[in-house]
């Protein structure tokens, strides 16, 4: 019994003793159950904190006023046009920022002198706060939407320059080898070869570059604007309209929060 206990089959990799835990599939029950029971409890904690009395009178408002001031929002027409100010200057600064991104960081990439003398001076600079260009931006833009939208633009920019960057610098010569010998073009070569393996490492970068062309527009428009989410958001502040000021700020947070799980769909159709 102990030489045949003794030759019991040893599993190689340690790892093999451990059962690997089953996923949860995203509409789990218990998942979903977990995920409501939390927001519950943030809610309790922040209502409790509203009453405690440990701060100043409306400097953290009652869930119930927040919600009285998010109803009027929503039905009044005023705020829809204040929405969809924000929203086209957020939508062109991405699509503008993104595209050139985009379209900069392969052909660097592409080019291999041009890339290692340019591309370092970018990396220096991705990590300024993009809020130094506002004075720049109004310089050349004035104060009108076209200024919101180049800062939304410089924002979405960086991100999506640097991950494209990488991205094409990661395609494997042999298929740009192939594309030359085949006497395809750029556009041909981009279409066919950059942007099939670049695809996962573009869609992170546009949605990281939406989150900041999103606080970039809003503080663009908190500092010079009569229109849009951070005009509404400073006013409400200005005149100490706290309630208002946390349901416009929901709305964006819940704004930024659809936005960001339509690029997850997106990623997931594009992976098929």
């Known amino acids: ?7 019991a089959p040893v599993p190689a990799d340690p790892k093999a003793l451990v059962r690997p835990p ?15 029971a939390a927001v519950v409890i943030l809610a309790a904690i922040y209502e409790t904190l509203s009453r405690s009395g440990l701060f100043y009178q409306g400097i953290i408002p009652s869930l119930v006023d927040i919600a009285a001031e998010l109803v009027e929002l929503l039905t009044s027409t005023e705020f829809y046009g204040h929405l969809a100010v924000t929203v ?30 340019l591309h370092p001076i970018f990396l220096w600079i991705a990590p300024t ?14 104060l009108d939407i076209e200024a919101k939208v180049a800062k939304a633009s410089v924002s979405a920019f960086f991100p999506v320059f640097v991950a494209s ?27 066919h070869v950059y942007l099939p393996a670049m695809t996962p490492v573009v869609i992170g970068a546009v949605r990281l570059a939406l989150g900041v062309a999103i606080v970039g527009t809003l503080l663009a428009e908190i500092k010079m604007a009569n229109a849009g989410l951070g005009f509404l958001i400073i006013q409400s502040y200005n005149f100490f309209r706290i309630p208002e000021m946390y349901a416009v700020l929901a709305i964006t947070f819940t704004l930024a929060l659809a936005a960001n799980a339509g690029l997850d769909r997106l990623a997931e159709r594009l992976r098929r």
């Open 88 to 117: 086209f200057e957020v939508v062109c600064g991405v699509l503008l920022g993104g595209l050139v991104g985009l379209t900069l960081g392969i052909n660097l990439a592409a080019s291999r002198r041009a890339g290692d003398v």
């Open 165 to 191: 960057f990488a991205g094409a610098r990661q395609v494997r010569p042999v298929l740009l080898n192939v594309m030359a010998s085949l006497n395809a073009s750029r556009a041909q070569t981009v279409r």
């Open 1 to 7: 019994m102990a030489d045949q206990a003794m030759s």
């Open 129 to 142: 706060p993009k809020i130094v260009f506002l004075p720049i931006i109004m310089l050349l833009f004035g």
């Open 22 to 36: 089953r996923p949860r599939a995203p509409g789990d029950p218990r998942v979903l159950a977990a995920r409501v």
